[in-house]
């Protein structure tokens, strides 16, 4: 991997497994969309961590649309960049027929580092639903509590806090049309302010600990407390199983199949290649 900086611009050449759209469209953010923009074949724009970012593909090079103390700080981690995925690619495709298809399906794919907070309230809002009513609903969020981030010429806006939310009312939070998750994101903002929940303290707890530890929060079960130990805590062993996965495994694998002793260490990859796979299909 050659990084360097050239027209304002950090540029990533020789980087393998790396590809944007299989990154934001496999199901664990919500809020880097695409743009269309002629010539350039993966271009999205978001926002984490207070930043915005425009980042695409282009001659088998990535270009981020950031400065280098932006880039080592943030996105260099949020990509999860220094980790050999292939070295995790050419393990996972030798388990299974079906992982070894669904692997070569979306290569490029990496588990984000996401803020745990952003990554928790996102996927609280993402029971029962679709993904493009889950990006309204946080859009909604942000652009209503969360601060403006200023691009160029234009608006974007930041996640907002937990001591924001923990601030608003019910009959606030109807702006976001999410029904019965507004208690939830209430709930749960409320348990960390107040030191009940310290997000941060799960960084040092196992992928078990922590998951049962986030399930002190009103709505969070097993599903969103794996999503989160996942893509935000980057436990790779983590395997969050909703109706993608529920049917991936009911269609491919015996009933006695454990995915954490199939799949192993790296089981949250497996998770999203075969997701991706399944809903692409």
Not at 213 to 226: E, M, P, S, T
Request: glycine share 4%; aromatic share 16%; net charge negative.
């Amino acid at each position: 991997m050659n990084i360097f900086e050239s027209e304002n611009k950090i540029v990533i050449e020789n980087l393998e497994h790396f590809n944007l759209s299989d990154i934001f469209d496999c199901g664990q953010c919500f809020r880097f969309n695409k743009i269309n923009k002629a010539g350039e074949d993966d271009d999205f724009e978001g926002v984490a961590f207070g930043k915005y970012l425009r980042a695409f593909q282009k001659d088998n090079k990535i270009y981020f649309e950031t400065n280098l103390e932006d880039f080592n700080n943030i996105w260099r981690d949020f990509f999860d960049l220094d980790r050999d995925y292939k070295k995790i690619f050419n393990t996972l495709r030798q388990q299974d027929e079906i992982l070894k298809k669904a692997s070569d399906f979306c290569p490029g794919v990496r588990i984000l580092k996401q803020e745990p907070f952003e990554c928790l309230i996102s996927f609280i809002f993402s029971q029962q639903n679709n993904i493009p009513r889950i990006k309204r609903i946080i859009e909604r969020l942000c652009e209503n509590f969360g601060e403006p981030v200023l691009y160029k010429d234009s608006t974007y806006y930041s996640f907002p806090s937990p001591e924001k939310i923990a601030s608003l009312t019910l009959e606030e939070l109807d702006v976001l049309k999410s029904g019965f998750r507004a208690e939830y994101i209430l709930d749960a903002a409320k348990k960390i302010v107040s030191g009940e929940i310290n997000l941060k303290s799960v960084y040092n707890m196992t992928t078990k600990d922590g998951a049962e530890y986030l399930k002190q929060i009103r709505g969070v079960g097993d599903k969103i407390a794996a999503c989160v130990m996942l893509f935000a805590y980057n436990k790779l062993d983590s395997f969050p199983i909703d109706v993608w996965i529920k049917r991936v495994l009911e269609k491919y694998y015996p009933a006695d199949f454990s995915p954490q002793n199939g799949f192993g260490e790296y089981a949250g990859i497996a998770n999203e290649y075969l997701y991706y796979y399944e809903r692409k299909q």
